[in-house]
């Protein structure tokens, strides 16, 4: 039973250039969370989605940042015009959809942005 | 004021001890109350989820929770060098759209030394 998957785990932009973070939750898990972790801070929550829909995005950044969790596919994290700013450790979380509570997280995408 | 605060440490303690983890946060309204391990450059791990106060017991982890007090805690008995980790606490359910957004303490980073 695969976990939460994310690619990719590593990813390098110069600045202004879109950075898209793929999600995939695990197997019978409908609900995704995008948490952030910036160098010497916590975890922050961003955004949390089910199929094809937004439920809570409090957390994104108002400009440049944006979520989707289609129908079919990955959930997608999108961050357009990157700055050095946003260099950090992007991950995923899901849940199922009994207890959004009991969150498993994948391995994270680590953005560097040059 | 931060929603949920936590000692960052580190704490060092020797293979075999009793460990003390702690958060307090400011919303009584808070319901749900989880602790997460994080190894170096890894995603994190779910260890306990409770609910309201009490007491929760796993193997050699128990966490509690008083809401009087609005302070959580969890203990590792045994304490082993694998343990080493940043642990996290992280609490949700306040109600209306913060359901799903779990908010996280700073991390508490212990070292389990041979």
């Known amino acids: 039973n695969a976990g939460v998957m994310q690619n990719p785990r590593h990813l390098v932009r110069r600045r202004g250039q879109e950075a898209r973070l793929r999600c995939s939750p695990m197997?019978?898990?409908?609900?995704v969370y995008w948490y952030r972790q910036l160098p010497e801070e916590g975890l922050k929550f961003m955004v949390y989605l089910q199929k094809e829909n937004i439920i809570d995005e409090s957390g994104m950044p108002k400009e440049r940042f944006s979520a989707e969790f289609p129908k079919e596919g990955p959930s997608i994290l999108r961050i357009q015009q990157v700055v050095r700013g946003d260099s950090a450790a992007y991950f995923c979380?899901?849940?199922?959809?009994?207890?959004?509570?009991?969150?498993?997280f994948g391995p994270g995408t680590r953005l560097t942005v040059l | 004021q931060k929603e949920v605060e936590q000692d960052p440490g580190p704490l060092s303690v020797p293979e075999g001890a009793i460990v003390s983890l702690n958060c307090t946060y400011s919303?009584?309204?808070?319901?749900?109350f989880m602790w997460y391990r994080q190894y170096s450059r890894k995603g994190p791990e779910l260890l306990m989820y409770t609910y309201s106060s009490g007491n929760k017991e796993d193997g050699r982890f128990t966490a509690q929770v008083d809401k009087s007090s609005k302070y959580i805690s969890l203990f590792i008995r045994d304490s082993q060098p694998s343990d080493s980790a940043t642990y996290l606490c992280?609490?949700?359910?306040?109600?209306?759209?913060?359901?799903?957004?779990?908010?996280f303490g700073q991390g508490t980073i212990l070292t389990v030394h041979p």
């Open positions: 919303n009584s309204a808070f319901q749900y």
């Open positions: 992280a609490i949700s359910g306040a109600g209306g759209t913060s359901y799903g957004k779990l908010t």
């Open positions: 197997k019978g898990h409908s609900h």
């Open positions: 979380a899901s849940s199922p959809p009994t207890n959004y509570n009991e969150q498993f």
